[in-house]
């Protein structure tokens, strides 16, 4: 988890803002504070699949799994953790 | 040389990555050794799997025109068109491709340019598609363009995307396309997006009323109070969200995940009527406030606002390098410039 958040972290920071110096609150909402538009969603979703080889459903792409550092590492590790399950119950 | 009359966008006074055509100026870039960005090398791998993806996002979406294709009321799709050569080709796909009904939405900024509206009348005549143009008041659109022209008010990640006033262009056509949507019950919403402005996992997505709601949100409070009540009237009304909460579209931006080549693009839309306009600037076949929106971002930021863009395209291999660099790297068009601060008396 700690790990998965540190990465967030740094994908956000090296795209989505001007100055890496400024510390993102782990609670902060992304989309409200604007640190985050539509396409930066988007653009969320393809790096969190690729390095994470998981597949995040449209229905699954909503402010409570991506709102925050913490949602968004909370909601991968949920899905690495499932995908561990499906894998073992195979 | 005297570094007052270097030109903040000249290749020649800047380090550009060897792979792609970002430059030293874009905000947190780093280089490495062999002079390739943390872009290029965070890309590699999702750029090796590629070809596979795309070609299971075509299938996805032969799929999904089969489910809603002639169910909906009016029209299978509405297509926000610019009258450039992406979202023609778009329209074209549509039409050619998938004999869908179309409607053709054209936002009218009052900087379209003659020659773009040409072209809509062409390929919609050509196509058969209905089209409808909507143009709010000048008054409004011209406080919008001198408040973005002045201030850096958006965010951030998008800056880093796009000029203050594309910004506020785009959130205009994207509510009003999402909305029109809404209330005529039409499934799809179709965007010209190029291979390099959105990711192609989003290429086919149904849009997210949550996610929606709360971005409109943002980009409303990044406005000023003087504009703030007038702008609100074009987004989606918080009542929609429950009301038509089915009737949200699902977007598709096709040429993300279609072959895209130019040269060809061009001479496949000279075939339906369509022109290349020669009046505009590189970047932007359609509109004339374009190359001042560039200059004023450009002079502000120091990087090109579709450097992000042309830069992904080359990365992708859609684009040769040679021409990202002359599109991003050659001066705005100075009469372009003029022409658009006079109108807006800036
Ligand atoms: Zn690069």
Not at chain 2, 26 to 41: L, M, V, Y
Request: hydrophobic share 40%; aromatic share 8%; net charge negative.
């Amino acid at each position: 988890m700690e790990q998965i958040r540190k990465q967030i972290t740094e994908f956000i920071t090296t795209n989505f803002l001007f100055d890496e110096s400024i510390t993102l609150g782990v609670e902060d909402s992304l989309l409200d504070t604007g640190v985050i538009d539509s396409t930066g969603v988007l653009e969320l979703v393809a790096f969190i699949e690729e390095t994470y080889g998981i597949k995040i459903e449209d229905e699954e792409i909503v402010p409570e799994n991506l709102d925050s550092i913490n949602n968004i590492s909370l909601y991968i590790s949920q899905k690495l953790s499932q995908l561990t399950a499906d894998k073992a119950a195979n | 040389m005297n570094p007052t009359t270097q030109r903040p966008n000249d290749p020649t006074n800047l380090r550009l990555c060897v792979r792609c055509i970002l430059p030293e100026t874009f905000p947190n870039i780093k280089f490495d050794t062999e002079g390739i960005c943390n872009h290029c090398r965070q890309e590699e791998s999702a750029l090796a799997k590629a070809p596979a993806k795309k070609a299971d996002y075509r299938r996805k979406l032969d799929d999904l025109i089969a489910s809603v294709k002639g169910k909906a009321p009016s029209y299978d799709a509405i297509m926000a068109y610019s009258g450039g050569k992406d979202s023609s080709y778009t329209l074209k796909l549509l039409r050619e491709r998938y004999d869908l009904r179309v409607l053709a939405l054209t936002f009218d900024n009052h900087f379209v340019s003659p020659t773009a509206f040409d072209n809509i009348r062409a390929v919609t005549d050509a196509l058969g598609v209905d089209h409808i143009s909507f143009n709010p008041p000048w008054p409004l659109m011209k406080s919008l363009f001198r408040i973005t022209a002045r201030d850096d008010i958006f965010s951030a990640a998008t800056l880093l995307r796009a000029s203050s006033i594309c910004t506020a262009c785009i959130a205009f056509v994207k509510s009003l396309t999402a909305k029109t949507a809404i209330e005529m019950s039409i499934p799809l919403s179709a965007f010209g997006w190029s291979p390099g402005q959105a990711p192609i996992q989003s290429a086919i997505m149904k849009t997210n009323a949550s996610l929606i709601r709360q971005n409109q949100k943002a980009l409303i409070n990044s406005l000023p109070d003087t504009v703030q009540v007038q702008m609100k009237s074009y987004f989606i009304p918080d009542i929609y969200y429950d009301l038509y909460k089915d009737r949200f579209p699902t977007n598709v931006h096709p040429l993300a995940f279609f072959d895209y080549d130019e040269e060809r693009i061009k001479i496949e839309l000279e075939g339906i009527g369509w022109k290349a306009p020669t009046n505009t600037d590189t970047n932007s076949t359609n509109c004339l406030l374009n190359a001042y929106a560039n200059q004023v971002h450009l002079e502000r930021l120091k990087f090109h606002p579709y450097v992000w863009e042309i830069a992904n395209m080359v990365r992708q291999g859609v684009m040769p390098r040679a021409e990202g660099i002359e599109k991003i790297y050659s001066p705005q068009n100075s009469e372009q410039v003029e022409y658009a601060r006079k109108k807006l008396e800036l």
